[in-house]
């Protein structure tokens, strides 16, 4: 009896490429938006979309780097990419002119030219907990972890430092509300009738920064009957869970500080990373809590109590204040603690954009750094 075989159409049907859909480049850049907020970016950032084709502007394919190169862009036009997502912003330093001068300025014209939109979000796609440093946590092994330093709620609660509230009579309200809003840096006030033993009078509540409540403190303090009658609330933002720079990550079980080092070395796919180790320590030590940060990890790290340090470059000085402290470090070159991510990434992008366009990893991107 023949082996009964679908028909010819079923098995085209089978092996057919999932339907994609263009999409418009600004709903492209708002789902990008909410898988991880720029607000969660450090303020020094420049990240969110910076190269903008003249709209409208369809997006097919999806180019993934870690750094914007010329040669990487050359791949990117000859890939056909219609938006380039770059970690890192190839646009930092504010360019007083475009021109063909400057390699960074050649990336703009380039891109302008073939229509590619270019997006960066850096160190968003750090503080996000399916973001860089969750996934270089991969590499120890079985481990809890915790942000170094927690990301607080970007929209809650009003902007400003302080809430200060008062009550004023009709006599003093328009002379004290007038001079109120004079001051710079009042970011929120309203106003609500109020009874207070037994007279009508207005409820004045602000938020303002700490700048601006040294000036409010000082006109209140100028009618003693309204400075008894203020309160000041110091506003706190509450922290987002998982969210944060850096990570201090506590291993189910120890290690060697010998194993840790092949650990990191086989998830990051190096031959040779750099290793300081911390005064008293040898190869054998082992290793319970390691402080991780992704990139240039000096700042994030520095003062955490933990048996190693791993990030990408550190100064020389951090490093000297590491050892002197016990603490051993390994140094894998900036942006080979970030680009293994793009993987992850383009596969966590495809889910969160329903399969709508076409996402691709450079293959060009390498760290400009190697063992000669």
């Not at 036009?77 to 930092?92: E, G, M, N, T």
């Not at 040294?214 to 006109?219: D, G, I, K, R, T």
């Amino acid at each position: 009896m023949p082996l009964l075989r679908p028909p010819l159409h079923r098995v085209r049907a089978l092996g057919r490429p999932p339907v994609r859909t263009l999409m418009n480049l600004r709903e492209l850049v708002s789902a990008l938006n909410d898988f991880a907020s720029p607000a969660l970016a450090e303020s020094w950032d420049n990240v969110g979309l910076l190269v903008e084709p003249s709209p409208p502007h369809t997006v097919n394919t999806l180019f993934l780097t870690n750094d914007l190169t010329e040669e990487v862009m050359e791949e990117a036009v000859q890939k056909k990419a219609d938006l380039v997502l770059s970690y890192h912003p190839p646009i930092f330093a504010p360019l007083k002119r475009v021109t063909w001068k400057t390699w960074k300025e050649r990336l703009v014209v380039r891109a302008l030219e073939n229509r590619i939109g270019i997006y960066s979000p850096h160190t968003a796609y750090d503080a996000i907990p399916h973001g860089v440093n969750n996934w270089l946590t991969k590499g120890l092994g079985t481990c809890t972890s915790v942000p170094l330093h927690p990301s607080t709620a970007p929209s809650s609660p009003a902007e400003g430092t302080h809430r200060v509230e008062f009550c004023a009579d009709a006599e003093h309200l328009d002379a004290v509300l007038s001079k109120v809003k004079d001051i710079p840096e009042i970011s929120w006030l309203t106003t609500l009738p109020v009874r207070v033993e037994g007279e009508e009078q207005t409820r004045v509540s602000l938020n303002c920064s700490q700048k601006a409540l040294l000036e409010v403190v000082a006109l209140l303090s100028q009618n003693s009957l309204l400075y008894h009658k203020t309160e000041i609330l110091l506003l706190q933002k509450p922290l987002l869970p998982h969210t944060g720079m850096g990570r201090l990550c506590t291993l189910s079980e120890p290690l060697s500080l010998s194993d840790t080092v092949e650990r990191i070395k086989g998830h990051l796919g190096l031959p040779h990373v750099r290793l300081a180790l911390g005064a008293g320590r040898t190869l054998e030590s082992p290793v319970k809590k390691v402080a991780l940060c992704a990139g240039s990890g000096s700042s994030v790290l520095k003062g955490t109590e933990a048996d190693l340090y791993l990030t990408g470059e550190m100064s020389h000085h951090d490093v000297l204040d590491a050892v002197a402290n016990g603490i051993s470090v390994i140094l894998c070159e900036h942006s080979n603690t970030e680009r293994g991510f793009l993987s992850e990434l383009r596969d966590a992008l495809t889910i969160h954009l329903q399969n709508k366009i076409n996402i691709i990893v450079s293959e060009k991107d390498r760290d400009p750094l190697q063992v000669a």
